[in-house]
C-alpha cells in the first residue's frame, strides 16, 4: 500500500472545508447549516489525521479525538437552539433571527 | 466747591424724577428739573466771575481717583477731576443758561405730552453729561460726558419711540456718531501710548514740549480725535444724522441738535489746541472740512420743506463755521460763534416749535404761510433769529461771523480759497433764510386749523430773554486769550485787500435783495401752485433735497453689504463647517448600520473572508 | 480648608434639596438660596477677616489623594480667584432667583444640578494641583449639561450635546498635556508631579512647550470661547434654562479665561509670546465675527450668546498682550461681562416668562407697558456696548489702550468692534422696547426689580470705582 501524498489529503481537506463553508454561508435552514460545519469540522480533521501520519505522531489523532468531542458538544448545543427556533418562529431560517441588527 | 457741585444738580434732579415718577405732578417735576437747571446757571455765573478773580485762570476740582493707567513704571492716574478756564467757562455758561431757558420753554411746551416726567429726566441726564464732557480734566472722563450725551442724544431723538421713523433715526444718530467716537478712543489710545497721559492740560503741554510742529503721531492723533469732532458735530462725512435726528421734540432739538451737544467737536478741537497747532496739515483738513460742509449744508437747507430740517442743515453749516474758524487758527471766534450760535439758533428752534405747536404739528413750510400775520409774537422772535443767523451788522451772528471771515484770508492753514467759500456760505445763509421766511410767514395762509397759542409766562421769558441774549450777544464776547496765548499765531494784514470787510459786510445783504426778487413768487402765489412746484422739482433739487445723497451713498457703500453679509451667514458658516463633521461620522454610522445586519450568514461570510485577507496578508 | 467646605456644603444642600424633592418640592429652592447665601457670606467674611494679603497664591489644603501617581488635593487661593469666586455666589444668587418661577418640573433635582455645577466652578477656580483642576473642570461639565438637557427649551438635548462633545473633545487635550507635563517632571526631577507650584520650576524645551500650551489654550479658548470654536455657545445658551445661561455667560466662559490667565501664560510665558499674534488675531476675528452674528440674529438670547463672544476675544486679546493695562482691562472685563450678560439672559428669560417667544420680530414698544424693566434693559445694553462709567466700559478701555501698545494694528480693527456692538446693542434695546406697541404685559416683580437693580449697581459701582477691584487684581506673572 502506497503512502497517499499529504497534497492530496490536504487538497481534500481544503475542497471539504470549502464545501462546509460554502453549505454554513448559502444555506438557510439551520439543520443544513450545522451540518455543513460538521462538514468543515472534519474537514480539519482529515488534515490533522493526514498531518499527523505523515510526520509519525500521535498528536493529530488527538487533535481529532478532540475535534470529535467539540462536534459533538456543538452539535448537542446546535440541535438544542435548533428546536428552539423550530418552537419559536415555527421554522428553521436562520434569517428570522436578525434582531441584533444595528 | 461750587464747582464739583456743578453737574449734581441735575444729576439729583435727574434721579428724583426717575424715582419719584409716579409721585410727581406736573408742577412738581417741573419745579425740580428747571430749579435744578436755575440752581444750574446761576452757579456758573458765579464761577465765571470767580474765575475772572482767580490769579491763573484756572479752577479745578478733584473728586476722586477714577482708575490708573500703567506706564511702563509710573501710573498715570485717570481722575474725576473738574477743570475750569476760559474755554470751558464759556461752555459751561452756555449750557446751563441756554440749557435752563430751553428747560423752561420744554416745561410747558410738553405739558401735554404723557411722557413728560421720563422727559424732563432726561433732559436733566443730559445736562450732566454735557457738564462732565465740558468740564473734564482728562480725555477719559471727556469721552464719558461724550458718550453720556450721546446717549441721552439717542433717548430724546427716540422720545415718542412708537413711531418706527424715530426709532430709526435715533439708533441711526447714535450708530453714527459712535463711528467718530470710535476714532477719538483709537486717537485716546494712541496719544496715551505715545505721551503717557490723558490729562488734558498735561498732554497739550507734553506734546508742544516733545513734538516738533508737523510731527507724524501728532498728524494721526489729531486726524482721529478729529474723527470724533466730525462724528459728534454733523460735518462732513459724517453728517447724515442730524437732519434725521429732528425727530425728536422741538425742545430737544434746540438742546442737543442746536445750542450743545453737536458743538461739542468744536470744544474738543479747542480744547486740544496744543496738541492741534502741532499738525498744519490737520488743521487745513479741519477748515476744508469745515468749509464743504457749509456748502453742503446751505445748498441742502435751500430746498428743504420742513422748517426742523431747514434749522438742522442751518445748524451743520453754522457749526461748519466754526470748524473753519478753528482749522484757520481763529479759536476765539470759532468759540464765540458757537456761543453766539447757541443763543440765535436755541431761539429759532424755539420759536420755530411754538409755530409748529400752534399749527397743530404742521411742520412744512408750504402747508403754513402767512404766519406773520397770526402770529405775531412768535413771528417777531424769529425775525430776530433768522437776522442773527445772516448776520446783518449789529447782531451778535454779525460779530462772530465776520470774526471768523476776517481771518481766513491770510491765516497759514486756511487761505483765500476758504474765504470764498465762507462768503458763498453766508450767501446761501441769506438765501435760504430769506426762502423760509417768504414761504412760511408771508404769502397766504395755506392752513385751515385754528391757531392753538401757547401762552405762558415762562415760555415768554425763554423766548424773550434767549432773543435778547441773541441780539446783544455780540457784546459778550469772552476772552480766551489765556486759554488761546499758545496756539494764536501772528497773522500779517498787510496783505489783505481793502475791499475784504465791505465784501464780507455786504454779502447777506446781496443775499436778501436777490432773494426778494428770485423769490418773489413766493411771497405772492396762491396756495394752489405750492404743491405743483413740490412735484414738480428737478433732479437737481431733489439731489440737494437728500443732502447731497451722502445717505444714499453709504446705503449702497456700507450698510446694504453689511446687512446682506450678515443675512447670508445668519446660520453662521463656521458653525455649519464644524457641524459638517457630524454629517461625516453620520455617513460612517450608516455604513456601519447596514453591516451590522443581524444575519449570521453575513456574519461568517465576513469572518471567514476577513480570515483570509488576514492570513493572506501575513503569509504574503 | 474653607473651601472644600464650601464645595461639600453646596453638594451636600443640593443632594438635600434632591431628598426634599419627593416631601415637599417646592422648598428646594429656598434651601439653595439659603445654602448659596450662608455659604457665600461665609466665604466673603473669610476672605475679609484673613491675615493674607492674597497678593500670591496661598495654599490652604494639601492632602495626598492618590499616592500612586503621586496626585494631591491641593487648594489655594489669591486674589484673581478671590474675584471669581465672589462673581460666582453673586450670579448664583441671580441664577437661583431667576429661576424661582421658571423651573416648576423636578424642582429638587434642577437645584441639585446647578449647586454641583457650582461646587465644580468653585474647585476649578481654587485647584492647584493640575488633576484636581482637571477632575473639577469635568465636575462642572455633567450637571451643567444636565442642567440645559432636562430644563431646556425647545432643541436641548441637541444644545446638550453639542456643548459636552466640544467642551470633552477639547479637556481632552488638556488631559494628554497634564500627562506630559507629569513625566516631563518625572524626567527632569525624578518624580511624577501634577503641582501646579513644581511645574513653575520645569525648564521647558522650546517645541515641547510650545504643543503643551496649545493643548491648554484650545482647552481654554473653547470654554472662552474663541473664533472657531465658538459654535457650541449660541446653542447652548440659546437652549439653556435661564438661570443656565446666566451660569454659562457669566461663569462658565469666565473659567476659560481663568485658565489661560493662571496656567497657559504664567506655565508657558515664552511659548505663548510666541503664539500671542496668531492667539490676536483669533481674539480679533472672535471681536468682529462675534458682533456681525449678533447682528444677524433675531432671537433674543442668541443675540446675546453671539455678543458674548465678541466680549470674550477682547479678554483674550487683552491677555495676549502681556502687560498690566490689558491685564487689569482683562480682569475687569471678566467681572463687567459677567454681571451685564447675566443680566441681559435674565432679561430674556423675564421677557419669555411674559410673552413666551425669544422672537425679536414678536417683540416691540414694550416701554409702554413696562418702563422700570425698559429702563434696566437699556442700561445693561448700554454697559454691553461699553458705555463709560459702567463697569464693561472700564474693562474695554484697559483692554485696548493696553493691547494698542502691543498690537497697534490688530487693536484698531478691534476697535471697529465698539461700533459692532452699539449696533447689536441698539438693536437689542430697539426692537423689544421700541417701536409700535406689539405686546403689553406687567412691569418687573420685586424679584426681579431685585435682580435687576443689584446687578446694575454692581456694574456702576465698578464703573465709577474700579479701584475697588483693580486694587486686588493679580499681577503675577507679568
Not at chain 2, 392752513?447 to 409766562?457: A, D, I, K, P, Y
Not at chain 2, 459638517?580 to 443581524?598: A, F
Amino acid at each position: 500500500m502506497t503512502a497517499i501524498p499529504l497534497e492530496h489529503v490536504l487538497i481534500l481537506a481544503c475542497i471539504l472545508f470549502t464545501i462546509g463553508f460554502f453549505g454554513v454561508i448559502v444555506r438557510k435552514n439551520t439543520l443544513f447549516m450545522l451540518m455543513s460545519l460538521e462538514v468543515m469540522l472534519n474537514a480539519v480533521g482529515v488534515a490533522f489525521i493526514g498531518a499527523g501520519s505523515v510526520w509519525q505522531q500521535a498528536d493529530g489523532q488527538v487533535m481529532f479525538i478532540l475535534i470529535l468531542t467539540l462536534a459533538a458538544a456543538e452539535v448537542a448545543v446546535g440541535l438544542a437552539l435548533l428546536i428552539r427556533l423550530q418552537q419559536r418562529f415555527k421554522s428553521l431560517d436562520i434569517d428570522c433571527l436578525s434582531q441584533l441588527k444595528g | 466747591m461750587l464747582l464739583s457741585l456743578l453737574p449734581f444738580y441735575p444729576l439729583i434732579s435727574f434721579l428724583l424724577i426717575v424715582l419719584l415718577k409716579k409721585q410727581l405732578s406736573w408742577w412738581q417735576t417741573s419745579v425740580l428739573s428747571v430749579g435744578a437747571m436755575l440752581i444750574c446757571a446761576i452757579t456758573s455765573l458765579v464761577l465765571l466771575n470767580t474765575l475772572n478773580q482767580a490769579p491763573d485762570g484756572v479752577i479745578t476740582s478733584h473728586l476722586w481717583r477714577w482708575f490708573s493707567l500703567s506706564d511702563g513704571d509710573s501710573f498715570a492716574s485717570v481722575n474725576f477731576s473738574f477743570y475750569l478756564d476760559a474755554l470751558s467757562a464759556v461752555m459751561i455758561c452756555v449750557v446751563s443758561c441756554v440749557g435752563f431757558l430751553i428747560h423752561l420753554f420744554a416745561a410747558v411746551y410738553m405739558k401735554e405730552d404723557e411722557n413728560f416726567s421720563r422727559f424732563m429726566a432726561y433732559m436733566n441726564l443730559f445736562i450732566v453729561a454735557m457738564l462732565i464732557l465740558v468740564l473734564a480734566d482728562n480725555l477719559v472722563l471727556l469721552y464719558l460726558g461724550w458718550e453720556g450725551v450721546g446717549l441721552c442724544s439717542f433717548l430724546l431723538i427716540g422720545f415718542w419711540y412708537q413711531e418706527k421713523a424715530n426709532v430709526l433715526a435715533a439708533r441711526k444718530a447714535f450708530i453714527v456718531t459712535r463711528i467718530g467716537d470710535t476714532s477719538m478712543a483709537i486717537g485716546l489710545f494712541m496719544l496715551f501710548n505715545s505721551l503717557g497721559s490723558v490729562n488734558i492740560v498735561e498732554v497739550n503741554e507734553l506734546a508742544t514740549a516733545q513734538w516738533q510742529v508737523g510731527n507724524n503721531d501728532a498728524y494721526w492723533i489729531c486726524l482721529l480725535l478729529l474723527g470724533g469732532a466730525v462724528g459728534k458735530s454733523a460735518q462732513l462725512p459724517l453728517q447724515t444724522w442730524l437732519p434725521d435726528a429732528m425727530a425728536g421734540p422741538t425742545p430737544v432739538s434746540a438742546l442737543i441738535h442746536a445750542a450743545t451737544m453737536v458743538t461739542a467737536g468744536v470744544y474738543l478741537i479747542a480744547r486740544m489746541n496744543g496738541l492741534f497747532i502741532l499738525s498744519p496739515q490737520v488743521m487745513n483738513y479741519v477748515a476744508w472740512i469745515g468749509a464743504s460742509t457749509l456748502l453742503l449744508a446751505g445748498f441742502a437747507a435751500l430746498v428743504q420743506s420742513d422748517i426742523k430740517r431747514v434749522l438742522a442743515y442751518s445748524t451743520m453749516s453754522q457749526i461748519g463755521y466754526m470748524m473753519l474758524a478753528l482749522g484757520a487758527g481763529a479759536w476765539s471766534a470759532g468759540i464765540f460763534h458757537l456761543m453766539t450760535h447757541a443763543f440765535f439758533k436755541a431761539l429759532l428752534f424755539l420759536t420755530a416749535g411754538a409755530i409748529i405747536y400752534a399749527l397743530h404739528h404742521q411742520q412744512n413750510i408750504f402747508k403754513m404761510g402767512g404766519v406773520l400775520k397770526r402770529l405775531p409774537f412768535e413771528s417777531g422772535l424769529f425775525i430776530i433769529g433768522l437776522i442773527c443767523l445772516m448776520a446783518l451788522p449789529g447782531t451778535s451772528g454779525f460779530f462772530s461771523k465776520e470774526a471768523i471771515i476776517a481771518h481766513l484770508w491770510s491765516s497759514p492753514t486756511a487761505g483765500q480759497a476758504l474765504w470764498w467759500c465762507a462768503i458763498l456760505g453766508a450767501l446761501l445763509t441769506s438765501i435760504y433764510s430769506c426762502r423760509l421766511f417768504f414761504i412760511a410767514f408771508l404769502s397766504k395762509e395755506r392752513f385751515s386749523h385754528q391757531v392753538e397759542n401757547l401762552s405762558s409766562v415762562g415760555l415768554k421769558i425763554s423766548l424773550i430773554t434767549l432773543a435778547v441774549l441773541s441780539l446783544v450777544g455780540g457784546f459778550l464776547a469772552p476772552d480766551l486769550s489765556t486759554v488761546f496765548a499758545k496756539a494764536s499765531q501772528e497773522v500779517s494784514h498787510m496783505v489783505e485787500p481793502q475791499w475784504l470787510h465791505a465784501v464780507a459786510i455786504a454779502t447777506p445783504i446781496i443775499g436778501i435783495v436777490f432773494s426778494w426778487f428770485y423769490f418773489s413768487k413766493y411771497r405772492s402765489v396762491e396756495p394752489m401752485n405750492y404743491q405743483k412746484a413740490e412735484q414738480n422739482q428737478n433732479p437737481i433739487v431733489r439731489f440737494c433735497f437728500s443732502g447731497l445723497g451722502f445717505d444714499r451713498l453709504y446705503e449702497i457703500l456700507l450698510i446694504k453689504p453689511f446687512v446682506a453679509i450678515a443675512r447670508l451667514n445668519k446660520r453662521d458658516v463656521v458653525d455649519q463647517l464644524v457641524m459638517s463633521l457630524t454629517w461625516y461620522i453620520g455617513l460612517w454610522r450608516d455604513v456601519l448600520v447596514y453591516s451590522q445586519n443581524g444575519l449570521m450568514r453575513w456574519y461568517a461570510a465576513a469572518f471567514a473572508i476577513g480570515l483570509v485577507c488576514f492570513i493572506g496578508g501575513w503569509l504574503l | 480648608m474653607i473651601i472644600s467646605l464650601l464645595m461639600i456644603g453646596l453638594v451636600l444642600s443640593g443632594g438635600f434639596a434632591w431628598y426634599m424633592e419627593t416631601k415637599r418640592s417646592g422648598q428646594a429652592k429656598f434651601i439653595a438660596l439659603l445654602a448659596t447665601l450662608v455659604l457665600g457670606f461665609s466665604f466673603t467674611l473669610y476672605i475679609v477677616t484673613s491675615p493674607d494679603s492674597f497678593a500670591d497664591l496661598v495654599l490652604l489644603t494639601n492632602v495626598t489623594w492618590i499616592s500612586v501617581f503621586n496626585i494631591r488635593y491641593m487648594i489655594a487661593l489669591d486674589n484673581l480667584s478671590n474675584l471669581l469666586l465672589i462673581l460666582t455666589f453673586i450670579l448664583t444668587v441671580v441664577a437661583i432667583l431667576i429661576s424661582w418661577r421658571e423651573i416648576t418640573h423636578r424642582q429638587g433635582f434642577y437645584y441639585f444640578n446647578l449647586l454641583t455645577t457650582i461646587a465644580g466652578i468653585i474647585g476649578v477656580f481654587t485647584a492647584v494641583d493640575m488633576f484636581l483642576f482637571f477632575f473639577f473642570w469635568e465636575v462642572m461639565l455633567l450637571p451643567m449639561t444636565a442642567l440645559i438637557a432636562i430644563w431646556g427649551h425647545e432643541n436641548r438635548q441637541f444644545a446638550a450635546i453639542k456643548f459636552f462633545i466640544f467642551t470633552q473633545v477639547s479637556s481632552l487635550l488638556m488631559l494628554i498635556a497634564i500627562i506630559m507635563m507629569a513625566f516631563l517632571h518625572k524626567q527632569q526631577v525624578g518624580q511624577l508631579s501634577f503641582a501646579y507650584e513644581d511645574w513653575l520650576t520645569l525648564t521647558l524645551t522650546a517645541d515641547y512647550s510650545y504643543y503643551l500650551m496649545l493643548g491648554f489654550f484650545i482647552a481654554f479658548a473653547v470654554k472662552l470661547p474663541s473664533f472657531p470654536v465658538h459654535s457650541w455657545l449660541p446653542d447652548a445658551h440659546t437652549q439653556a434654562p435661564t438661570a443656565g445661561s446666566v451660569l454659562l455667560a457669566g461663569i462658565l466662559l469666565k473659567t476659560g479665561a481663568y485658565g489661560l490667565i493662571r496656567f497657559v501664560i504664567v506655565l508657558f510665558p515664552q511659548a505663548s509670546a510666541e503664539f500671542a499674534p496668531i492667539a490676536a488675531v483669533l481674539a480679533l476675528i472672535s471681536i468682529l465675527y462675534g458682533a456681525k452674528m449678533a447682528f444677524a440674529q433675531t432671537d433674543f438670547k442668541r443675540l446675546v450668546a453671539y455678543s458674548s463672544i465678541s466680549h470674550m476675544g477682547f479678554v483674550m486679546l487683552a491677555l495676549f498682550a502681556f502687560n498690566a493695562n490689558a491685564f487689569q482691562g482683562a480682569v475687569i472685563t471678566l467681572v463687567a461681562h459677567g454681571l451685564s450678560s447675566a443680566a441681559l439672559f435674565a432679561f430674556a428669560g423675564m421677557i419669555y416668562a411674559r410673552i413666551h417667544s425669544r422672537d425679536l420680530r414678536q417683540m416691540g414698544g414694550f416701554w409702554r407697558s413696562s418702563p422700570v424693566m425698559g429702563g434696566f434693559a437699556l442700561a445693561f445694553a448700554a454697559a454691553a456696548f461699553g458705555m463709560p462709567g459702567l463697569a464693561n466700559f472700564i474693562g474695554e478701555f484697559y483692554s485696548l489702550i493696553g493691547a494698542f501698545q502691543r498690537f497697534p494694528l490688530i487693536t484698531i480693527l478691534a476697535a471697529l468692534g465698539i461700533i459692532g456692538s452699539a449696533i447689536y446693542g441698539m438693536l437689542l434695546f430697539q426692537s423689544s422696547f421700541q417701536g409700535p406697541v406689539k405686546n403689553s404685559f406687567i412691569d418687573l416683580s420685586i424679584r426681579e426689580g431685585f435682580i435687576a437693580a443689584s446687578l446694575f449697581i454692581f456694574l456702576l459701582v465698578l464703573g465709577l470705582f474700579p479701584n475697588l477691584v483693580l486694587q486686588y487684581s493679580y499681577n503675577g506673572g507679568l
